[in-house]
């Protein structure tokens, strides 16, 4: 029996990282799979758990190009998880594919962000540079543009519930999101196996909303009153910041709304349902979890 391809997942302790290799260990064996981690020595419960699933655990720091090189030896496909560095990730992702092609991968896949190539979210323009930095390479590559994940938008209810009001500058626009998993699920299959190299994945939730719509979504949820004002993106930006939130955050979520409104992140092409083989999960479905989780004194999750 041949043995089976090596699969690496960057950021394996990540929250993307462990639900792709979660959904890995359904399909495949966990000795064919490689957890990168920045620092073994660091977030050592989330190391040991995947050792304990069997995985093995190698240190790729998209800063330190060294760890890089030994790190993808003998890896057959690669998934580029993005760093959550703004700013930097055009560094270390060229540090990353750079490393990749040295080690002789044979295919990288990596989570962009959704119609990267048309998006006037500036945070598209790092996924734009890394895009285009695969194409460079020579390395055959298969773009996983994600939409937003319903999580997402689960921070921003603590403040609202305080206030009765979720502020916004998106308008009418409307959000294709799914779940974090429903993403890994996409990522995973297109690790394991298939002809996806060239391939380019457009991956947004089955159905979208508005923020009004999310809005009543949580009022229903919760039985307590909430409404949403839209805002002027610099006016939600000034908003942001005075509740405490750092400049870049205020930044982001302004101009994440504002490209909201231009149809930044909405798509209904149905590529991630079609990868993970089912519908994708309702966002009404992740937000009332939340909220009631909320109720039930759970505190908030993370959602980074």
Do not use: C
């Not at 792709?20 to 419960?45: F, H, M, W, Y």
């Not at 750092?246 to 409104?261: F, M, N, Q």
């Amino acid at each position: 029996m041949p043995a089976s391809p090596k699969l690496f997942v960057t950021g394996a302790t990540g929250q993307l990282g462990g639900l792709v290799i979660d959904t890995l260990l359904e399909t495949v064996p966990a000795s064919a799979i490689v957890a990168g981690v920045r620092d073994p020595a660091k977030n050592e419960g989330a190391v040991n758990a995947l050792r304990e699933k069997g995985i093995e655990i190698r240190a790729a720091d998209y800063t330190q190009p060294a760890t890089l090189a030994s790190a993808f030896a003998g890896v057959d496909r690669l998934l580029l998880i993005s760093s959550s560095e703004n700013g930097k990730r055009k560094v270390q992702h060229r540090n990353v594919i750079d490393a990749a092609k040295d080690a002789g991968v044979g295919l990288i896949a990596y989570t962009s962000i959704l119609h990267a190539d048309t998006s006037p979210l500036f945070l598209a323009e790092e996924h734009r540079d890394t895009e285009a930095a695969l194409a460079e390479s020579g390395v055959p590559f298969a773009l996983l543009r994600n939409g937003w994940y319903s999580e997402v938008y689960t921070w921003r209810l603590p403040l609202a519930f305080k206030h009765g009001v979720f502020m916004g500058a998106a308008g009418e626009g409307r959000i294709s999101s799914a779940a974090r998993a429903d993403y890994a699920g996409a990522a995973a299959a297109v690790l394991a196996g298939g002809d996806h190299a060239g391939r380019t994945y457009e991956l947004a939730g089955d159905a979208s909303f508005t923020l009004a719509k999310l809005v009543a979504v949580v009022a229903e949820a919760s039985g307590k009153p909430m409404t949403y004002q839209n805002m002027t993106p610099d006016a939600f930006r000034v908003a942001v910041l005075k509740a405490g939130a750092p400049e870049i955050v205020g930044k982001i979520l302004s101009d994440t709304d504002a490209g909201v409104a231009k149809g930044a992140l909405f798509d209904d092409g149905g590529a991630l349902a079609r990868l993970i083989g089912r519908p994708t999960t309702p966002f009404q479905a992740t937000i009332t979890e939340f909220v009631r989780h909320q109720q039930a004194g759970g505190g908030a999750p993370s959602h980074a």
